[in-house]
Protein backbone atom coordinates (compact mmCIF):
# COMPACT_ATOMS: atom_id res chain seq x y z
CA UNK A 1 0.00 0.00 0.00
CA UNK A 2 0.72 3.85 -0.21
CA UNK A 3 1.31 3.87 4.04
CA UNK A 4 2.20 1.60 6.75
CA UNK A 5 -1.36 0.79 7.90
CA UNK A 6 -2.07 -0.40 11.04
CA UNK A 7 -5.46 -1.72 12.70
CA UNK A 8 -7.21 -1.31 14.57
CA UNK A 9 -6.80 2.55 15.61
CA UNK A 10 -7.77 2.48 19.29
CA UNK A 11 -8.56 -0.78 21.38
CA UNK A 12 -10.16 -1.01 24.72
CA UNK A 13 -9.63 -4.86 26.35
CA UNK A 14 -10.48 -5.99 29.30
CA UNK A 15 -7.31 -7.14 31.95
CA UNK A 16 -6.43 -10.64 31.49
CA UNK A 17 -7.73 -10.97 27.82
CA UNK A 18 -5.36 -11.51 24.81
CA UNK A 19 -5.11 -9.13 21.96
CA UNK A 20 -4.06 -9.11 18.56
CA UNK A 21 -2.72 -6.04 16.71
CA UNK A 22 -1.98 -5.78 13.17
CA UNK A 23 0.47 -4.55 10.81
CA UNK A 24 0.58 -3.93 6.91
CA UNK A 25 3.49 -2.47 5.85
CA UNK A 26 4.77 -0.29 2.81
CA UNK A 27 4.90 -2.62 -0.18
CA UNK A 28 8.09 -3.66 -1.10
CA UNK A 29 9.35 -3.04 2.59
CA UNK A 30 10.92 -6.07 3.60
CA UNK A 31 11.72 -5.05 7.32
CA UNK A 32 9.21 -4.44 9.78
CA UNK A 33 9.31 -3.01 13.11
CA UNK A 34 7.17 -2.62 16.25
CA UNK A 35 7.97 0.05 19.08
CA UNK A 36 5.44 0.91 22.12
CA UNK A 37 4.98 4.56 23.36
CA UNK A 38 3.56 4.39 26.64
CA UNK A 39 2.03 7.91 28.01
CA UNK A 40 4.70 10.60 28.24
CA UNK A 41 7.75 8.28 27.11
CA UNK A 42 9.76 7.90 23.99
CA UNK A 43 9.79 4.87 22.19
CA UNK A 44 10.70 1.23 23.10
CA UNK A 45 12.15 -1.24 20.26
CA UNK A 46 9.97 -4.18 20.65
CA UNK A 47 11.12 -6.96 17.56
CA UNK A 48 12.09 -5.98 14.27
CA UNK A 49 11.64 -8.62 11.05
CA UNK A 50 13.99 -8.56 8.11
CA UNK A 51 12.62 -10.96 5.11
CA UNK A 52 13.11 -14.49 5.73
CA UNK A 53 15.98 -14.09 8.46
CA UNK A 54 14.93 -14.98 12.07
CA UNK A 55 13.66 -11.94 14.39
CA UNK A 56 15.39 -9.92 16.12
CA UNK A 57 13.19 -9.75 19.62
CA UNK A 58 15.49 -8.35 22.02
CA UNK A 59 13.33 -5.75 22.88
CA UNK A 60 9.91 -7.87 23.89
CA UNK A 61 9.44 -7.01 27.21
CA UNK A 62 7.95 -10.46 28.48
CA UNK A 63 6.81 -14.01 27.28
CA UNK A 64 3.31 -12.67 26.96
CA UNK A 65 4.35 -10.83 23.38
CA UNK A 66 4.68 -12.45 20.75
CA UNK A 67 5.16 -11.40 16.62
CA UNK A 68 4.63 -12.68 13.60
CA UNK A 69 5.29 -12.02 9.75
CA UNK A 70 3.45 -14.21 7.29
CA UNK A 71 4.02 -14.44 3.69
CA UNK A 72 6.82 -11.33 3.91
CA UNK A 73 3.83 -8.97 4.77
CA UNK A 74 1.72 -8.29 7.40
CA UNK A 75 2.77 -9.15 10.96
CA UNK A 76 0.41 -9.59 13.67
CA UNK A 77 1.63 -8.58 17.57
CA UNK A 78 -0.03 -10.69 20.21
CA UNK A 79 -0.36 -9.56 23.81
CA UNK A 80 -1.72 -12.65 26.08
CA UNK A 81 -2.96 -11.71 29.61
CA UNK A 82 -2.73 -8.19 28.85
CA UNK A 83 -2.03 -6.23 32.17
CA UNK A 84 -2.37 -2.43 32.57
CA UNK A 85 0.99 -1.48 32.14
CA UNK A 86 0.54 -2.77 29.21
CA UNK A 87 -1.55 0.34 28.19
CA UNK A 88 0.41 2.28 25.51
CA UNK A 89 0.47 3.39 21.56
CA UNK A 90 2.43 0.27 19.40
CA UNK A 91 3.60 1.85 16.65
CA UNK A 92 5.08 -0.10 13.87
CA UNK A 93 7.13 0.68 10.67
CA UNK A 94 8.89 -0.59 7.56
CA UNK A 95 11.84 -0.18 5.28
CA UNK A 96 13.95 -1.12 2.04
CA UNK A 97 16.07 -4.06 3.65
CA UNK A 98 19.37 -2.87 5.00
CA UNK A 99 18.51 0.80 4.19
CA UNK A 100 16.25 1.44 7.59
CA UNK A 101 19.59 2.22 9.56
CA UNK A 102 20.75 4.71 7.04
CA UNK A 103 17.70 6.36 5.23
CA UNK A 104 15.27 6.27 8.33
CA UNK A 105 11.86 4.12 8.61
CA UNK A 106 8.12 4.94 7.59
CA UNK A 107 5.84 4.66 10.74
CA UNK A 108 2.02 4.00 10.85
CA UNK A 109 -0.45 6.13 12.74
CA UNK A 110 -0.19 3.55 15.50
CA UNK A 111 -2.83 1.45 17.64
CA UNK A 112 -3.69 2.81 21.12
CA UNK A 113 -4.34 0.26 23.48
CA UNK A 114 -5.77 0.58 26.81
CA UNK A 115 -6.32 -1.67 29.15
CA UNK A 116 -9.27 -1.46 32.07
CA UNK B 1 26.49 1.77 22.67
CA UNK B 2 24.80 4.20 20.59
CA UNK B 3 23.05 6.74 22.20
CA UNK B 4 21.03 9.92 21.58
CA UNK B 5 20.42 12.80 24.23
CA UNK B 6 17.98 14.93 23.44
CA UNK B 7 16.92 18.77 24.85
CA UNK B 8 14.54 17.92 28.20
CA UNK B 9 10.58 19.35 27.23
CA UNK B 10 8.07 20.38 27.54
CA UNK B 11 9.50 23.68 25.44
CA UNK B 12 6.59 26.50 24.86
CA UNK B 13 7.21 29.28 23.09
CA UNK B 14 4.93 32.32 21.01
CA UNK B 15 4.30 32.33 17.72
CA UNK B 16 7.00 33.35 15.67
CA UNK B 17 9.89 32.66 18.15
CA UNK B 18 12.99 31.06 16.92
CA UNK B 19 13.22 27.62 17.87
CA UNK B 20 15.96 25.49 18.90
CA UNK B 21 15.83 21.51 20.25
CA UNK B 22 19.42 20.14 21.11
CA UNK B 23 20.03 16.73 20.37
CA UNK B 24 23.96 15.05 20.73
CA UNK B 25 25.06 11.37 20.24
CA UNK B 26 27.13 8.66 21.00
CA UNK B 27 28.28 6.78 18.18
CA UNK B 28 30.88 4.35 16.65
CA UNK B 29 31.81 5.16 13.04
CA UNK B 30 29.23 7.86 10.99
CA UNK B 31 25.74 7.28 11.72
CA UNK B 32 23.05 8.88 9.89
CA UNK B 33 21.00 11.40 12.17
CA UNK B 34 17.27 12.05 11.59
CA UNK B 35 14.35 14.54 13.18
CA UNK B 36 11.51 12.70 13.85
CA UNK B 37 7.98 14.55 14.69
CA UNK B 38 4.90 13.63 15.71
CA UNK B 39 1.52 15.76 15.87
CA UNK B 40 -1.07 14.64 18.37
CA UNK B 41 -3.24 11.34 18.03
CA UNK B 42 -0.50 10.32 15.04
CA UNK B 43 2.61 8.29 14.35
CA UNK B 44 5.84 9.63 13.96
CA UNK B 45 6.79 11.38 10.30
CA UNK B 46 10.63 11.84 9.18
CA UNK B 47 10.75 15.40 8.93
CA UNK B 48 14.31 15.61 7.83
CA UNK B 49 17.88 13.57 8.39
CA UNK B 50 21.43 13.75 7.22
CA UNK B 51 23.81 10.68 6.17
CA UNK B 52 26.84 12.41 6.37
CA UNK B 53 28.96 15.02 8.27
CA UNK B 54 28.16 18.75 7.70
CA UNK B 55 25.10 17.85 5.72
CA UNK B 56 22.30 19.74 6.06
CA UNK B 57 18.59 18.40 6.42
CA UNK B 58 15.67 21.10 5.77
CA UNK B 59 11.67 20.43 5.52
CA UNK B 60 8.54 22.51 6.33
CA UNK B 61 11.54 25.52 7.33
CA UNK B 62 13.03 23.39 9.76
CA UNK B 63 16.91 22.73 9.77
CA UNK B 64 19.49 20.78 11.31
CA UNK B 65 23.47 20.33 10.34
CA UNK B 66 25.26 16.96 11.41
CA UNK B 67 27.56 18.45 13.35
CA UNK B 68 30.96 15.58 14.10
CA UNK B 69 32.89 17.47 15.95
CA UNK B 70 30.32 18.77 19.01
CA UNK B 71 28.56 15.49 18.18
CA UNK B 72 25.12 17.16 17.77
CA UNK B 73 22.67 17.41 15.43
CA UNK B 74 20.29 20.20 17.08
CA UNK B 75 16.63 21.12 14.87
CA UNK B 76 15.97 24.77 14.28
CA UNK B 77 13.47 26.92 12.91
CA UNK B 78 13.31 30.35 12.57
CA UNK B 79 10.09 31.52 13.16
CA UNK B 80 7.38 28.91 14.56
CA UNK B 81 3.80 28.16 13.87
CA UNK B 82 1.30 26.98 16.48
CA UNK B 83 0.93 24.28 13.58
CA UNK B 84 4.68 23.17 14.63
CA UNK B 85 3.37 22.10 18.09
CA UNK B 86 4.17 18.54 18.13
CA UNK B 87 6.48 16.12 20.08
CA UNK B 88 10.06 15.96 18.04
CA UNK B 89 12.64 13.31 18.43
CA UNK B 90 15.82 12.93 17.61
CA UNK B 91 17.02 9.17 16.13
CA UNK B 92 20.48 7.98 15.05
CA UNK B 93 20.97 4.68 12.70
CA UNK B 94 23.85 3.61 10.66
CA UNK B 95 24.51 1.79 7.30
CA UNK B 96 23.98 -2.29 8.00
CA UNK B 97 22.30 -2.00 11.47
CA UNK B 98 18.73 -1.59 10.78
CA UNK B 99 17.68 -0.49 14.52
CA UNK B 100 17.23 3.27 15.01
CA UNK B 101 17.86 4.61 18.61
CA UNK B 102 15.86 7.49 19.08
CA UNK B 103 16.22 10.30 21.79
CA UNK B 104 12.98 10.64 24.03
CA UNK B 105 11.46 13.01 22.53
CA UNK B 106 10.68 17.27 23.10
CA UNK B 107 6.91 17.91 23.29
CA UNK B 108 6.82 21.43 21.43
CA UNK B 109 3.48 23.92 22.20
CA UNK B 110 3.26 26.94 20.15
CA UNK B 111 0.53 29.44 21.87
CA UNK B 112 -0.86 32.26 19.23
Known amino acids: GAGVSQSPSNKVTEKGKDVELRCDPI?????LYWYRQSLGQGLEFLIY????????KSGLPSDRFSAERTGGSVSTLTIQRTQQEDSAVYLCASSLALAGGEYGYTFGSGTRLTVV | GNSVTQMEGPVTLSEEAFLTINCTYT??????LFWYVQYPGEGLQLLLKATKADDKGSNKGFEATYRKETTSFHLEKGSVQVSDSAVYFC???????????FGQGTRLTINP
Open chain 2, 27 to 32: ATGYPS
Open chain 1, 27 to 31: SGHTA
Open chain 1, 49 to 56: FQGNSAPD
Open chain 2, 91 to 101: ALGQRGAQKLV
